[in-house]
C-alpha cells in the first residue's frame, strides 16, 4: 500500500471551515491600517541570508538555530524570511523610500519561517500581519502603532488580552546597562544555567526570558534597564506612556521585557493572551532606530510590530468553543429532483450573481438528505422545487414555509 503524505512536521494545513477567522483577522486588521495611512507592500519570501545575519543579530536564537537557509544554483546562500522588518527595511531602501515624506507607513501579510519546537500556537510556518513606520523618531509613532494594534486586537473580540510595556534605551545606554548585567550575572555564574552562561558576552539581556529555575531567581534581584535609561530615552518613553495614558489604553510596565532580535531601540512591548497558556504572545514589536543603518542604509529611525494570525485565531477559535448558542444561518440551499438539477444550478447562479450566498446538493442525495445538507452548511433558507414549476421556501430555524415564485425569488429574499 502507497504511504501517505502528510504536512511536514511544524507546519498544518487551514481548512476550508478555519478560513473564515483567519480572513477577518486579515480584513480587520487591512482596514484599521490603511484607514491610518499605512500602504500594503509584498516582499519575497525568502532574502539573501546577510541581511538577517546584519539585520537581526547573529546572536539571535533565530540566526543561530532557527533560520531555513539553502543555497541555490548560483551558489547564493538564501533564506526563507524568518520576520517581516528586515525584509521592508531592504525594500525600503531598495526603492528609494527615503525620499518620499517620512514617516513610510507600510503593512504586509504572509507566511514566515522558522525551525522552532513545533507545539500548539507555535509552528514553522507561522503568518503574521506585519505593520512598519519608517523615518521619524516621535514618540507619537510609537503611541499611534499600540494604538492600532490594540483596536486590531479589540475589534477582532480577543478576550484575556494585556499589554506589556518597556524600553531598551539607545544602544549607547543599553551598552553600559550590559557591563552592569554582565558583572552581576558573573558575580552569580554558578546559579546560572549552561545556556544563560554561554551567552553573557554576546546576550546577556537574554537571560530575563530564561526558563531555568536558578536563572529566573538571579534575574529576580538583577538591575534592569529602565532603571539606567539615560534622559532623551527617559523622555522619549515618558511621552509614548502619556499618549497611551491619555487614550485610555491600560498596559503594565515591565522593566524585565525583551525581544528575540537584536534591532530593537527604546520602545518595547507585547500583547498577550492567557487563554494560550505558554505560547501566549499574540503580537508585539517596538522601536529599531538603527537596523537601517546595519544593512546598509543612512540613519533612519523606525517602529514596527508583528501580529501572530495563527495564534489570534487559535485565541477566536478557543472562545467560539466556550461560547453558547450557534452562529448565524446565512444563504439559501436549494433542493431538486434529479430531473431538476439543471434548473436549481441556474437559480443558485442567479442568486450568486445578486451577491447572497447560494448552494446545491452535487452529490445525488435524496430530498431528505438535502435537507439534511441544508442544515448541516448552516443555509438559513431551504428552497424546495417541485415539478409543477412552484416552490416552497422553509426558514430552516423556524420551520416556517411559504409558496414562492423561482422568479422573483431575488426579490422575495430582499425584501424585508
Same mark, same amino acid.
Given at each position: 500500500?502507497?504511504?501517505? *503524505?502528510?504536512?511536514?512536521?511544524?507546519?498544518?494545513?487551514?481548512?476550508?471551515?478555519?478560513?473564515?477567522?483567519?480572513?477577518?483577522?486579515?480584513?480587520?486588521?487591512?482596514?484599521?491600517?490603511?484607514?491610518?495611512?499605512?500602504?500594503?507592500?509584498?516582499?519575497?519570501? $525568502?532574502?539573501?541570508?546577510?541581511? *538577517?545575519?546584519?539585520?537581526?543579530?547573529?546572536?539571535?536564537?533565530?540566526?543561530?538555530?532557527?533560520? *531555513?537557509?539553502?543555497?541555490?544554483?548560483?551558489?547564493?546562500?538564501?533564506?526563507?524570511?524568518?520576520?517581516?522588518?528586515?525584509?521592508?527595511?531592504?525594500?525600503?531602501?531598495?526603492?528609494?523610500?527615503?525620499?518620499?515624506?517620512?514617516?513610510?507607513?507600510?503593512?504586509?501579510?504572509?507566511?514566515?519561517?522558522?525551525?522552532?519546537?513545533?507545539?500548539?500556537?507555535?509552528?514553522?510556518?507561522?503568518?503574521?500581519?506585519?505593520?512598519?513606520?519608517?523615518?521619524?523618531?516621535?514618540?507619537?509613532?510609537?503611541?499611534?502603532?499600540?494604538?492600532?494594534?490594540?483596536?486590531?486586537?479589540?475589534?477582532?473580540?480577543?478576550?484575556?488580552?494585556?499589554?506589556?510595556?518597556?524600553?531598551?534605551?539607545?544602544?549607547?545606554?543599553?551598552?553600559?546597562?550590559?557591563?552592569?548585567?554582565?558583572?552581576?550575572?558573573?558575580?552569580?555564574?554558578?546559579?546560572?544555567?549552561?545556556?544563560?552562561?554561554?551567552?553573557?558576552?554576546?546576550?546577556?539581556?537574554?537571560?530575563?526570558?530564561?526558563?531555568?529555575?536558578?536563572?529566573?531567581?538571579?534575574?529576580?534581584?538583577?538591575?534592569?534597564?529602565?532603571?539606567?535609561?539615560?534622559?532623551?530615552?527617559?523622555?522619549?518613553?515618558?511621552?509614548?506612556?502619556?499618549?497611551?495614558?491619555?487614550?485610555?489604553?491600560?498596559?503594565?510596565?515591565?522593566?524585565?521585557?525583551?525581544?528575540?532580535?537584536?534591532?530593537?531601540?527604546?520602545?518595547?512591548?507585547?500583547?498577550?493572551?492567557?487563554?494560550?497558556?505558554?505560547?501566549?504572545?499574540?503580537?508585539?514589536?517596538?522601536?529599531?532606530?538603527?537596523?537601517?543603518?546595519?544593512?546598509?542604509?543612512?540613519?533612519?529611525?523606525?517602529?514596527?510590530?508583528?501580529?501572530?494570525?495563527?495564534?489570534?485565531?487559535?485565541?477566536?477559535?478557543?472562545?467560539?468553543?466556550?461560547?453558547?448558542?450557534?452562529?448565524?444561518?446565512?444563504?439559501? $440551499?436549494?433542493?431538486?429532483?434529479?430531473?431538476?438539477?439543471?434548473?436549481?444550478?441556474?437559480?443558485?447562479?442567479?442568486?450568486?450573481?445578486?451577491?447572497?450566498?447560494?448552494?446545491?446538493?452535487?452529490?445525488?442525495?435524496?430530498?431528505?438528505?438535502?435537507?439534511?445538507?441544508?442544515?448541516?452548511?448552516?443555509?438559513?433558507?431551504?428552497?424546495?422545487?417541485?415539478?409543477?414549476?412552484?416552490?416552497?421556501?422553509?426558514?430552516?430555524?423556524?420551520?416556517?414555509?411559504?409558496?414562492?415564485?423561482?422568479?422573483?425569488?431575488?426579490?422575495?429574499?430582499?425584501?424585508?
Amino acid at each position: 500500500m502507497t504511504e501517505k *503524505f502528510k504536512a511536514p512536521r511544524g507546519t498544518f494545513d487551514v481548512l476550508s471551515d478555519q478560513q473564515p477567522v483567519r480572513e477577518r483577522i486579515q480584513a480587520v486588521s487591512r482596514r484599521r491600517l490603511e484607514a491610518a495611512g499605512y500602504g500594503h507592500i509584498d516582499t519575497p519570501i $525568502f532574502e539573501d541570508t546577510d541581511l *538577517f545575519a546584519r539585520g537581526v543579530g547573529e546572536s539571535t536564537d533565530i540566526v543561530q538555530k532557527q533560520m *531555513f537557509t539553502f543555497e541555490d544554483q548560483g551558489g547564493r546562500s538564501l533564506t526563507l524570511r524568518p520576520e517581516a522588518t528586515a525584509s521592508v527595511c531592504r525594500a525600503y531602501l531598495q526603492h528609494g523610500m527615503q525620499k518620499l515624506a517620512q514617516p513610510v507607513k507600510l503593512w504586509m501579510e504572509g507566511p514566515f519561517f522558522r525551525h522552532e519546537r513545533p507545539q500548539a500556537g507555535r509552528y514553522r510556518q507561522f503568518t503574521q500581519v506585519d505593520a512598519e513606520a519608517i523615518g521619524s523618531e516621535s514618540p507619537l509613532v510609537d503611541a499611534e502603532m499600540i494604538l492600532i494594534a490594540s483596536d486590531i486586537i479589540t475589534e477582532l473580540g480577543v478576550e484575556g488580552v494585556r499589554l506589556r510595556l518597556g524600553s531598551l534605551g539607545t544602544p549607547a545606554t543599553r551598552a553600559a546597562y550590559l557591563e552592569e548585567l554582565r558583572d552581576y550575572l558573573r558575580s552569580r555564574e554558578a546559579e546560572l544555567s549552561d545556556e544563560v552562561r554561554g551567552r553573557l558576552d554576546v546576550n546577556p539581556l537574554r537571560a530575563f526570558d530564561a526558563e531555568h529555575e536558578g536563572t529566573r531567581h538571579v534575574m529576580d534581584e538583577a538591575p534592569t534597564l529602565l532603571e539606567r535609561l539615560d534622559e532623551a530615552d527617559a523622555e522619549h518613553f515618558d511621552a509614548v506612556r502619556q499618549t497611551l495614558d491619555r487614550n485610555g489604553l491600560v498596559y503594565e510596565l515591565d522593566p524585565t521585557l525583551v525581544r528575540g532580535l537584536d534591532y530593537y531601540t527604546r520602545t518595547l512591548f507585547e500583547f498577550e493572551c492567557e487563554r494560550l497558556g505558554a505560547q501566549s504572545g499574540i503580537g508585539g514589536g517596538g522601536r529599531y532606530d538603527g537596523l537601517i543603518e546595519l544593512i546598509g542604509g543612512p540613519p533612519t529611525p523606525g517602529c514596527g510590530w508583528a501580529l501572530g494570525v495563527d495564534r489570534i485565531a487559535l485565541a477566536l477559535e478557543a472562545q467560539e468553543d466556550a461560547a453558547e448558542g450557534e452562529t448565524a444561518r446565512e444563504g439559501v $440551499f436549494v433542493v431538486a429532483e434529479e430531473d431538476g438539477r439543471e434548473a436549481a444550478l441556474a437559480l443558485v447562479t442567479e442568486l450568486r450573481r445578486a451577491g447572497m450566498t447560494a448552494d446545491l446538493d452535487l452529490a445525488g442525495r435524496a430530498t431528505k438528505g438535502q435537507m439534511k445538507q441544508a442544515d448541516r452548511v448552516g443555509a438559513r433558507y431551504a428552497l424546495i422545487l417541485a415539478r409543477d414549476a412552484k416552490a416552497t421556501l422553509r426558514d430552516m430555524d423556524s420551520g416556517e414555509e411559504r409558496e414562492v415564485d423561482p422568479a422573483t425569488l431575488v426579490e422575495t429574499l430582499s425584501s424585508p
